[in-house]
T-cell receptor, first 115, second 117 residues
């Protein structure tokens, strides 16, 4: 149990375009999901907390208008990187919290490369 | 703000031997959760073990066990009978209880563990 999927696993896009990443909890309902960014050989950096049916809470320094988060259902949260630039290239990871155990389970990540 | 410190950037161990990864944290809360996650080369974050601060008994999961010292704010991970598949980056993480505060995970910088044949 507690499986989280992410799609796509990797994406290459041109500078100025937008990219959407999906995060799904496959076998449980997640009222709260989280989006992280990870640079090479570094730890995970929390970008935002996504709550179903309400606006996401962004961490300090994360641009809300650039990283749009939508948590439209109890099993799906999306992260849209708008007007992507090469500096947005990174590994993006989502997680979903299992309410009964207060434990986060992670998706496999999405590698974004902006040319 | 809570902080998590992993003082060993890299470690190595021979297959079948035992290794201990260190983690210390700082918090003023009395109830919280602690986790160890592993991130193998595939980069999938995998939960290794979970400890609730109000439980004095150390958590165990097969070959993985923790030494939780609440007063010392220490949470080390012991891996017994190390296997090649244990090669990964290991992250220690702290979380307040949702009732007590943020449900966000605070991660350490990680320890890269290599298991040698």
């Amino acid at each position: 149990g507690a499986v989280v999927s992410q799609h796509p696993s990797w994406v290459i896009c041109k500078s100025g375009t937008s990219v959407k990443i999906e995060c799904r909890s496959l076998d449980f309902q997640a009222t709260t999901m989280f989006w992280y960014r990870q640079f090479p050989k570094q730890s995970l950096m929390l970008m935002a907390t996504s709550n179903e049916g309400s606006k996401a809470t962004y961490e300090q320094g994360v641009e809300k208008d650039k990283f749009l988060i939508n948590h439209a259902s109890l099993t799906l949260s999306t992260l849209t990187v708008t007007s992507a630039h090469p500096e947005d290239s990174s590994f993006y990871i989502c997680s979903a919290r299992v309410p009964s155990s207060d434990t986060q389970y992670f998706g496999p990540g999405t590698r974004l490369t902006v040319l | 703000a809570q902080t998590v410190t992993q003082s060993q950037p890299e470690m190595s161990v021979q297959e079948a031997e035992t290794v201990t990864l260190s983690c210390t944290y700082d918090t003023s809360e009395s109830n919280y959760y602690l986790f160890w996650y592993k991130q193998p080369p595939s980069r999938q974050m995998i939960l290794v073990i979970r400890q609730e601060a109000y439980k004095q008994q150390n958590a165990t999961e097969n070959r993985f066990s923790v030494n939780f010292q609440k007063a010392a704010k220490s949470f080390s991970l012991k891996i017994s009978d190390s296997q090649l598949g244990d090669t990964a980056m290991y992250f220690c993480a702290f979380m307040d209880t949702p009732q007590g505060g943020s449900e966000k995970l605070v991660f350490g910088k990680g320890t890269k563990l290599t298991v040698n044949p």
